[in-house]
Nanobody
Framework: QVQLVESGGGLVQPGGSLRLSCETSGIAFSAATMGWYRQAPGKQRDVVATITNSDRTNYVDSVKGRFTISRDNAKTMVYLQMNSLEPEDTAVYYC?????????WGQGTQVTVSS
């Protein structure tokens, strides 16, 4: 059974930091491109950051220099370190595992940036 479980979301003030974690099971984690996506109210789900199975990373321009994606193949987990958070970062954040023939999603974790 495939499971992706996000944690680490919450309420933070502008300029603060959060670290999201995604614990996975039931997938060939080391072969997957892992990613973080987000969906704000009334908007579509968009990619935030991805990391390939060779540790190549990619970020949406709005988070470059503030967010860092990383993975631990031994623990089958992926992380998103978010610094200098802005109100515009408020969204539900989803973990994604992508393979050539399938893609899997977590249930999401809410991140709210507000004073």
């Amino acid at each position: 059974q495939v499971q992706l479980v996000e944690s680490g979301g919450g309420l933070v003030q502008p300029g603060g930091s959060l670290r999201l974690s995604c614990e996975t099971s039931g997938i060939a984690f080391s072969a997957a491109t892992m990613g973080w996506y987000r969906q704000a109210p009334g908007k579509q789900r968009d990619v935030v950051a991805t990391i390939t199975n060779s540790d190549r990373t990619n970020y949406v321009d709005s988070v470059k220099g503030r967010f860092t994606i990383s993975r631990d193949n031994a623990k089958t987990m992926v992380y998103l370190q978010m610094n200098s958070l802005e109100p515009e970062d408020t969204a539900v954040y989803y973990c994604n595992a992508n393979f050539a023939i399938a893609t899997y999603w977590g249930q999401g974790t809410q991140v709210t940036v507000s004073s």
